[in-house]
């Protein structure tokens, strides 16, 4: 298992930018004007949460982060099929 000592310039770079991707999808979630802006941010908040959940994965060497990231992908897939139906169906008996 690699220390988190090893970690390069790079590293934290990548690690950076996906936080402020993270932060920016936050700020649309807050603002987005429709339910659907916000799902949209929810879901792109989780793609962001995976990949850094697999970039730790592929630092540490330890593959138990893998599955908590398959498993968060999977259950993040799941949330954004539910909520985009519920938003669907509600919408479908608005009009």
Do not use: H, Q
Not at 33 to 43: E, G, I, N, Y
Not at 77 to 93: A, D, N
């Amino acid at each position: 298992m690699k220390s988190l000592s090893g970690i390069s310039l790079v590293d934290w770079l990548v690690y950076g930018l996906t936080g402020f991707g993270i932060f920016f999808s936050l700020i649309r979630f807050m603002v987005g004007p429709t339910s659907f802006d916000r799902l949209a941010s929810v879901d792109m908040m989780n793609v962001m949460i995976v990949g850094l959940i697999s970039i730790f994965a592929l630092l540490t060497e330890n593959n138990m982060y893998m599955d908590i990231a398959i498993v968060y992908a999977l259950l993040s897939f799941v949330e954004t099929i539910v909520f985009s139906r519920y938003l669907e169906r509600k919408c479908g008996e608005e009009k």
